[in-house]
């Protein structure tokens, strides 16, 4: 008997599954067939960032660029540097959002 509840409650989970992936309402149930819901709107500190990358990494001494957060928790960019001298060259904010400058001694290494 445990056979054929372990089999219903499968099959009623199989079911409810592939009616949770159906749109029932809202603008997903507007969208073509096989086409994905649009994604999240992008983030405009990422966009900065994709803007300011090569210029950033094109300065002495700089060796990556992230995102990340102040100590207060607002946006920032991150800044990586190996040596301590290219952080004189390093915008303290750009369009208003605060630059945070890391050492990394020594740079970054693939293991």
Same mark, same amino acid.
């Given at each position: 008997m445990v056979g054929i509840h372990l089999i219903a409650l499968t099959a009623l989970a199989l079911i409810a599954g592939s009616r949770a992936s159906v749109p029932v309402d809202g603008e997903d149930a507007a969208l073509p067939a096989g086409q994905p819901p649009p994604g999240p709107?992008?983030?405009?500190v990422d966009e900065l960032? %994709? %803007?300011?990358?090569? /210029?950033?990494?094109?300065?002495? *001494?700089?060796? *990556?660029?992230?995102?990340? /957060? $102040?100590?207060?928790?607002?946006? %920032?960019?991150?800044?990586?540097?190996?040596?301590?001298?290219?952080? $004189?060259?390093?915008? /303290?904010a750009i369009e208003g959002v605060p630059v945070i400058v890391e050492h990394v001694p020594g740079g970054f290494h693939a293991q």
């Open positions: 709107e992008p983030d405009p960032i %994709a %803007a300011e990358q090569d /210029r950033l990494l094109g300065l002495s *001494g700089v060796d *990556g660029v992230g995102h990340g /957060r $102040t100590d207060e928790g607002e946006d %920032a960019i991150i800044v990586w540097i190996s040596d301590p001298a290219a952080a $004189t060259s390093v915008p /303290r």
